[in-house]
């Protein structure tokens, strides 16, 4: 999958004065991913078009594209739940939009590296229905807290079923920090 070597995986990490301890491994992520590929390539008999939540996905995504056996269309935009906190705050920012066109009648899977409490997914199921007519919405995730969800929409291919723990690396962050982490840590207790 990914074409680099992972640098070494320490236990602990510490991010602005605060400890995070290894959670999920990167072969750990590599072979879920691998899964999710085969799960999502099975499940479509058209390929869906990929609708990326920037900026925690990113690397998520990347990884996965090269793990589906169909021909990949890439879309991206950006919304922002938690504003630097360490909860979700409940209020959705589109920072980046989607483009109008392309989306319309067609099936979409949208990619998330968390679904916490379901709200961004929330805002987003009702965006792609109502302002770009998407045929059907599905989600991949690598992460899914279930214990924090209060959304309509589950998450429908799902890597890690995870405790309500505060996450960063491999593409999520605190306060902007600690997304090239190849590995997940979890705050430490
Ligand atoms: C995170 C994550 C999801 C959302 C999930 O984004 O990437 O989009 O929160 O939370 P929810 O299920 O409670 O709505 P965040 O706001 O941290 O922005 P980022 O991806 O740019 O880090």
Redesign the pocket.
């Known amino acids: 999958m990914s074409i680099f070597q992972h640098p070494a995986t320490p236990d602990i990490i510490t991010l602005r004065e605060r400890q995070f301890r290894l959670f999920l491994t990167p072969a750990q992520i590599n072979e879920a991913i691998l899964r999710l590929g085969r799960e999502i390539s099975d499940a479509y008999e058209e390929p869906p078009v990929l609708v990326v939540?920037?900026?925690?996905?990113f690397i998520f995504a990347a990884d996965l594209v090269r793990t589906l056996h169909f021909p990949v269309q890439l879309h991206f935009t950006?919304?922002?739940?938690?504003?630097d906190e360490m909860t979700?705050s409940g209020t959705i920012r589109q920072t980046l939009p989607l483009s109008q066109t392309r989306l319309q009648g067609r099936h979409v899977l949208v990619v998330?590296?968390?679904?916490?409490?379901?709200?961004?997914?929330d805002w987003l199921h009702e965006h792609l229905k109502t302002a770009h007519r998407a045929r059907s919405i599905r989600t991949a995730c690598l992460l899914f807290k279930p214990t924090h969800f209060k959304g309509l929409f589950a998450p429908d291919f799902i890597g890690f079923e995870v405790p309500p723990r505060f996450v960063v690396g491999y593409g999520?962050?605190y306060a902007n920090e600690g997304r090239e982490l190849p590995g997940v840590y979890a705050l430490a207790e």
Do not use: R
């Open positions: 939540v920037l900026n925690g996905a950006q919304l922002s739940s938690y504003h979700s998330e590296d968390i679904v916490d409490s379901g709200l961004t997914l999520m962050d």
